[in-house]
């Protein structure tokens, strides 16, 4: 689960921080630095869904600003995968909203 928690983080970030020409955001870039694998890791060892989500939420919302916010369809559409995310509270749960996540965000860069 810790690489699907980091690739979110990671493909979300990229939209936010990529530019056309520009060097790539890639895991051991200083902006990844507080969502990398270690720290998921502790994160899911612990059981703490609440600071997944929180670290999750943090890295979607400046992806959503990215697109132009929830008044486009993408923006909406990432909205609705992060949200189904947002409700789970249970670990083992995530594992597929997050994977439908990862993916979307993998397709829209």
């Known amino acids: ?5 980091e690739a979110v983080a990671l493909f979300a970030l990229k939209l936010v921080h990529e530019t056309d020409g520009g060097s790539p955001v890639l895991r051991d870039d200083p902006v990844m630095q507080a969502y990398d694998r270690e720290v998921f890791g502790l994160l899911v060892r612990q059981g703490d869904v609440e600071t997944i989500q929180l670290k999750i939420n943090e890295c979607i919302r400046q992806a959503l600003t990215a697109l132009g916010g929830t008044d486009t369809v993408m923006g909406r559409e990432l909205q609705r995968l992060a949200t189904a995310v947002h409700i789970t509270d249970q ?3 995530l594992v ?3 994977t439908t996540l990862k993916d979307y965000l993998k397709d829209i860069q």
Do not use: G
């Not at 689960?1 to 928690?5: D, I, S």
């Open 1 to 5: 689960m810790e690489l699907t928690l």
């Open 96 to 98: 597929a909203p997050l």
């Open 91 to 93: 670990l083992d749960a």
